[in-house]
């Protein structure tokens, strides 16, 4: 008898109709990453300075991304602007680039919330960096 129920227990969570029910649960959203191109490229400050980079943007929703490129020439004007502000001493080590991505990311989720009424980012990435 108790082999039964075990065998009755096993052939119920096989079963199709438990399959499907686990399949209705929320599962965590997708990320996405959103890769600004060209390379964003300005002068900063100090003496003939200036700074090359490839940002990415994360999202975890596939609708940001659209926004993302419709809006793509007010993010790129924003964050040349806070590039063009940025003292190159700075950059050049691991703090001054963190406080940079932090800054950036601020910056953009501002002019996705401007725009959209969403920050639609959820994080900013620097996929390379260099400061000559």
């Known amino acids: 008898m108790r082999t039964e129920t075990i065998l009755l ?11 499907v029910a686990a399949d209705d649960e929320p599962t965590p959203s ?14 900063v400050q100090g ?27 007010a993010i790129r004007h924003e964050l040349l602007l806070l590039l063009s502000d940025q003292q190159s001493e700075e950059l050049k080590g691991q703090q001054g680039k963190e406080k940079l991505r932090k800054i950036a990311l601020a910056a953009v989720q501002g002019v996705m919330q401007g725009l ?4 639609e980012v959820d994080d900013l990435f620097f996929t390379s960096f260099f400061v000559q």
């Open 30 to 43: 997708q990320t996405l990453y959103y890769k600004l191109s060209p390379s964003l490229v300005s002068n």
């Open 47 to 73: 003496r003939d300075k200036y700074i090359r980079c490839d940002i990415q943007l994360m999202t975890r929703n596939q609708e940001a991304i659209e926004d993302l490129k419709l809006h793509d020439p």
């Open 9 to 19: 227990l096993a052939c119920f969570l096989l079963s199709p109709a438990a399959l």
């Open 116 to 119: 959209t009424g969403e920050k």
